[in-house]
């Protein structure tokens, strides 16, 4: 099993910029993808970035592209998620994931941290 630390979130001003930590231990051998989700009150929990571990490869949605930016740290065994040009719509609770399987999204069968809240507002 894989034990998902978040940190990093809170409440910031539209435009502003808040950065995520997700530190992976235990069982992390075989994770394939690493990344992000969220969830907002009243929605469905959506994908937001994903980053091949040993590649590097990333993906993100398309309501985060040219604002979000994945990177990770492995000898940290620590994934980020750099998060700029914050809007509104971007509060959310921020899950960090990760998965052995080969696909981008995450599943409830893969390993999920507690999450972090993000809120952005004036």
């Known amino acids: 099993q894989v034990q998902l630390v978040e940190s990093g979130g809170g409440l910031v001003q539209p435009g502003g910029s808040l950065r995520l930590s997700c530190a992976a231990s235990?069982?992390?051998?075989?994770?394939?993808?690493m990344g992000w989700s969220r969830q907002a009150p009243g929605k469905e929990r959506e994908f937001v970035a994903g980053i091949i571990w040993s590649g590097g490869s990333t993906n993100y949605a398309d309501s985060v592209k040219g604002r979000f930016t994945i990177s990770r740290d492995n000898a940290k065994n620590t994934v980020y998620l750099q998060m700029n040009s914050l809007k509104s719509e971007d509060t959310a609770v921020y899950y960090c994931?990760?998965?052995?399987?080969?696909?981008?999204?995450?599943?409830?069968?893969?390993?999920w941290g507690q999450g972090t809240q993000v809120t952005v507002s004036s």
């Open positions: 235990g069982s992390i051998f075989g994770i394939n993808v």
């Open positions: 994931a990760a998965t052995r399987s080969n696909r981008w999204y995450f599943s409830v069968d893969d390993s």
